[in-house]
């Protein structure tokens, strides 16, 4: 199992930025498929973006133009630059390795609240 802590959320007013990250335990990150995810209250957790160990990126439609997911593979590091964001982008933001059907592959960490507010 890996391990993901992720950090840089808060309270931003719409059409603000927010930049989050997430250190991943293990000696093989650079291989890893990564993705960040999000869970709103009430609703299911989704896949947001996923980024190859090349770092080949996808996006879901909402977010496109929007968001970038990259990587440090020397960091062990994934990032999420969040910009223009809306009130409907509020959620617990997520990282994980991705696994079939893009779920979670490891156990989940404590995520880092987004909370998109005037």
């Known amino acids: 199992q890996v391990q993901h802590v992720e950090s840089g959320g808060g309270l931003v007013q719409p059409g603000g930025s927010l930049r989050l990250s997430c250190a991943a335990s293990?000696?093989?990150?650079?291989?890893?498929?990564m993705g960040w995810y999000r869970q709103a209250p009430g609703k299911q957790r989704e896949l947001v973006a996923r980024?190859?160990?090349?770092?080949?990126?996808y996006y879901i439609e909402s977010v496109k133009g929007r968001f970038t997911i990259s990587r440090d593979n020397a960091k062990n590091t994934v990032y999420l630059q969040m910009n223009s964001l809306k009130p409907e982008d509020t959620a617990v933001y997520y990282c994980?390795?991705?696994?079939?059907?893009?779920?979670?592959?490891?156990?989940w960490g404590q995520g880092t609240q987004v909370t998109v507010s005037s």
């Open positions: 994980n390795r991705v696994g079939p059907n893009n779920t979670g592959y490891d156990r």
């Open positions: 293990g000696s093989m990150f650079n291989i890893y498929l």
């Open positions: 980024i190859t160990g090349g770092g080949g990126q």
